[in-house]
């Protein structure tokens, strides 16, 4: 059976550091992309990026790209999300996912298989 | 970006009724890469369309896409209690892949 477990909900201040985890089991983990979707309260989807656990090989939306860092330890069949220096507008719940394959074709951007999510709230 | 504008809001239907989600782009959809997505409360997200209208592994023939270039419709048949969830649409044919802000059924 395929399974992502997330590590549990955050609390932290602005300015922290933050890392948060997606561990992957029922397959093979390095051959699969995992995505990274934020929920903000109230508010819809959004894809952030993913990883490619095989080769750490690494995609991020415009919006992303250098406020977050995605990354995989394919040692022990994890993907991660990190900031640096959190801020408020950061909370939200945040989803890892694996990339979707049908029988013929790979998607790396949408996904079938998602985790429990991990809810981070940052606030003074 | 491309923004998706799902509507309604919310439906409330019985069982064995048929719902129709609607799920609208703001420009063309690039080789309708649209997928749509059920999450139940409690539960992981669920894939159930890719590519505008082919269901995904395991997903019952109730479940159907449709659509192109800019308006998608998810139509499921003999609603049942457990279809209650909120839906979402993704397109992926464009980056930022963007998502649409969420259809809430309600079974009465």
């Known amino acids: 059976e395929v399974q992502l477990v997330q590590s549990g909900a955050e609390v932290k201040k602005p300015g922290e550091s933050l890392k948060i985890s997606c561990k992957g089991s029922g397959y093979s983990f390095t051959s699969y992309w995992i995505g990274w979707v934020r929920q903000m309260p109230g508010k819809g989807l959004e894809w952030m990026g993913i990883?490619?656990?095989?080769?750490?090989?690494?995609r991020y939306s415009p919006s992303f790209q250098g406020q977050v860092t995605i990354s995989a330890d394919k040692s022990i069949s994890t993907a991660y999300l990190q900031w640096s220096s959190l801020k408020a507008s950061d909370t939200a719940v945040y989803y890892c996912?694996?990339?979707?394959?049908?029988?013929?074709?790979?998607?790396?951007?949408?996904?079938?298989?998602w985790g429990q999510g991990t809810l981070v709230t940052v606030s003074s | 970006e491309i923004v998706l504008t799902q509507s309604p809001g919310t439906l409330s239907l019985s069982p064995g009724e048929r719902a129709t989600l609607s799920c609208r782009a703001s420009?063309?959809?690039?080789?309708?890469?649209l997928a749509w997505y059920q999450q139940k409360p409690g539960q992981a997200h669920r894939l159930l369309i890719y590519d505008a209208s082919s269901r995904a592994t395991g997903i019952p023939d109730r479940f159907s896409g449709s659509g192109s270039g800019t308006d998608f419709t998810l139509t499921i048949s003999r609603l049942e209690p457990e279809d209650c969830a909120v839906y979402y649409c993704?397109?992926?044919?464009?980056?930022?892949?963007?998502f649409g802000q969420g259809t809430k059924l309600e079974i009465k």
């Open positions: 996912a694996r990339e979707f394959c049908s029988s013929t074709s790979c998607y790396n951007v949408i996904f079938d298989f």
């Open positions: 420009q063309s959809v690039s080789s309708n890469n």
């Open positions: 993704q397109q992926y044919g464009s980056s930022p892949y963007t």
């Open positions: 990883v490619y656990p095989g080769d750490s090989d690494t």
